[in-house]
C-alpha cells in the first residue's frame, strides 16, 4: 500500500488510539489545523475542572458554575501551557538525536491527549446530569448496586484512559522527532526531571491561586444572579 493509499485510511480520531505513529506522522505532514489547537486547549480545561471538581463543593459553586470557571480559566491556561510545552518538547529532543520541530509537538501533545478528552467528557456529562456524583471527592452515599457498581469502575475506567494518553504521548512524541520508542521514553525523562525541578513551587503556589480564583469566581457570579 502506497503512502498516499494508506494516508486515505487515517481517521485521527479513531486511528490514534490503535495506530499512533502512522496518525502522528499523518498529522505532521498535514500540518497543525484548528482540531489541534481545540484540543490542545482541552487539555487545560480538563486540568482546571479536575481540581474544581473537588474543591467546588466545599466553596459552594454549583455545577455549571464550576463548569464555566473551569472554560473560563482552563481555554487560556491550556493553550499558553501547549504552546510553551511544545517549545521546550522540541528542544529536550535534541540530545537524543530527535529532529522535530515545535509545530510537530504541538500536533504530539494535543492528539495523544484523545483519551483525556474521553475523561473530559464524563466529567462535563456527570457535573452537568448527575452534580460530580461520580467524579472527585462527591461520591454517592446509597449504596444500590449501580452506585457500587459506578463508584468502582468510573475511577478505573479514567485511571486506565490516563494510561493510556501516557502511552499514546511516548508514542506521538517519538515520531514527532523521528526517534525510537525508548529513545522518546529517555528523552521524556530527562525532560520530565527538568520540567519538574523548575515547577517545584508551582506545585503548591498554582493550586493555592486556583482555590482563590474560584472563590472570587462564586462571589461574583452570585452577585450577578442577585
Known sequence: MSSTEASRTIRPLLTMWIRPRETTRYLIDRGPRA???????????????????VHA???????????GYSLLLGAPIGYLSFI???????????????IGKPRDLRIAIAWSFLPGLASLAFQV????????RFYGTNQPTETTYLTLALRFTVPLILALLG????VLWAVAYSEAHSISVLRGIASLVVGG?????????????LPLLLVIGLIIYGILTSLVAA
Open 193 to 205: 526531571l527538568l520540567v519538574g525541578m523548575a515547577a517545584g513551587m508551582a506545585v503548591f503556589i
Open 163 to 166: 494510561l493510556y494518553s501516557i
Open 35 to 53: 482540531d489541534t489547537y481545540l484540543l490542545g486547549t482541552c487539555i487545560g480545561v480538563s486540568w482546571v475542572l479536575s481540581i474544581g471538581s
Open 84 to 98: 510553551v510545552a511544545s517549545v521546550f518538547y522540541s528542544f529536550s529532543g535534541r540530545p537524543f538525536g530527535g
Open 57 to 67: 463543593p466545599t466553596i459552594g459553586l454549583t455545577a455549571w458554575q464550576t463548569l
Open 125 to 132: 456529562l456527570d457535573l452537568a446530569l448527575l452534580g460530580g
